[in-house]
C-alpha cells in the first residue's frame, strides 16, 4: 500500500508559478514510477510528468520546458515546479504511483496509488 497526499495548489495569474507537493509513505516498490496528471471538468485525466526511481523524467508536449518533476528521496516527496502558467492549465492535479516497471510512464490506467488530489487555477 501507498499513501499520496497532495499540497501547494492555489489560485493565480496567466504567467504565475506554483510549487506542488505530494507526500508519500508506504511500501517503496510501488513507486518505481510517480507522476503528475490532470483532470479539467469534463476532460479525460491527462499525464503531465512522469520520473522513474533512477530520475528518468517525461512530460506532455503541453508541459513541456515550463513544468519540472522531481523526487526528493530523503523526504519522500514529489514535486512539479510549474512556471509560465496558463489558463489552459487550471485543473486537479493529482499524483501517482505504481510498481510496473514497463509501460508507457503517462497513461493513468497504469498506476496503482492515487492522491486525493490539489486544485489549479489560472485566470487570466
Known amino acids: 500500500q501507498v499513501q499520496l497526499v497532495e499540497s501547494g495548489g492555489g489560485s493565480v495569474q496567466t504567467g504565475g508559478s506554483l510549487r506542488l507537493s505530494c507526500a508519500a509513505s508506504?511500501?517503496?516498490?510501488?513507486?518505481?514510477?510517480m507522476a503528475w496528471f490532470r483532470q479539467a471538468p469534463g476532460k479525460q485525466r491527462e499525464g503531465v510528468a512522469s520520473i522513474d526511481i533512477h530520475g528518468t523524467t517525461s512530460y506532455s508536449d503541453s508541459v513541456k520546458g515550463r513544468f519540472t518533476i522531481s523526487r526528493d528521496y530523503a523526504k519522500n516527496t514529489l514535486i512539479l515546479q510549474m512556471n509560465s502558467l496558463k489558463p489552459e492549465d487550471t485543473a486537479t492535479y493529482y499524483c501517482a504511483s505504481r510498481k510496473l516497471r514497463i509501460g508507457p510512464s503517462l497513461l493513468w490506467s497504469l498506476y496503482n496509488y492515487w492522491g486525493p488530489g490539489t486544485q489549479v487555477t489560472v485566470s487570466s
Open positions: 508506504g511500501d517503496t516498490n510501488s513507486r518505481y514510477f
